[in-house]
């Protein structure tokens, strides 16, 4: 009975120990922060906060504001100066923004970033436009988010006519984790 006796108390201060750990692994957050989920379905106008740029196994990173500011269909007309556009594609413009709180820099091409999740559960990603789109505008081109600075871009997709859109994503740099942004069904059908 006594070698029972050990054994269970040796396991109960295994099981224990590292009790005074409580920090979590990541980078430091500022005060006040509140961290969204990878996973969280949002509708268009809500932001999160996220650790964006942890490739790192959760010791690195910045905690990043997104947010789906605007979805919108663009017109035909939109599309006729450009050159080499598909056939009986439509234009949706994407407005989000970007805020980093920190603590550090954002490179934005060690991300995945904006995605259009289409009907058919394709992943599109944003068309890469010569030019501007006058409906469009966006701030900035910069490939890294710096501490404390915001950015507001216009995205534009290039959607086959028969589908629409069903939310905004943003995909982690696996390509796996995203947050969703869902698209309303009223939205491209105004007249």
Not at 142 to 160: G, S
Request: glycine fraction near 10%; charge should be negative; include cysteine.
């Amino acid at each position: 009975m006594g070698a029972l006796v050990s054994i269970t108390m040796a396991f109960g201060l295994v099981a224990c120990s590292g009790g005074d750990d409580t920090d979590v692994a990541g980078p430091q957050l500022p005060a006040g922060t509140e961290l969204g989920e990878w996973g969280e379905s949002l509708q268009v106008e809500d932001s999160i906060q996220l650790v964006l740029g942890d490739k790192a196994g959760g010791t690195s990173g910045t905690v990043v504001r997104l947010q789906v500011v605007d979805v919108r269909k663009g017109t035909a007309e939109d599309l006729g100066t450009f050159t080499g556009v598909p056939s009986q594609s439509v234009s949706w413009y994407v407005s989000v923004a970007q805020h980093n709180r920190g603590p550090a820099d954002l490179v934005l091409a060690d991300e995945n970033g904006w995605f259009l999740r289409l009907d058919d559960d394709v992943e599109l990603p944003p068309t890469k436009v010569q030019g501007k789109f006058r409906d469009c505008p966006s701030d900035s081109a910069e490939e890294t988010l710096l501490v404390a600075a915001d950015r507001l871009d216009c995205l534009v997709f290039l959607v086959p006519e028969t589908q629409r859109p069903e939310s905004v994503d943003y995909l982690r740099y696996d390509g796996i984790a995203a947050v969703h942004w869902r698209v309303p069904s009223s939205v491209g059908t105004e007249s």
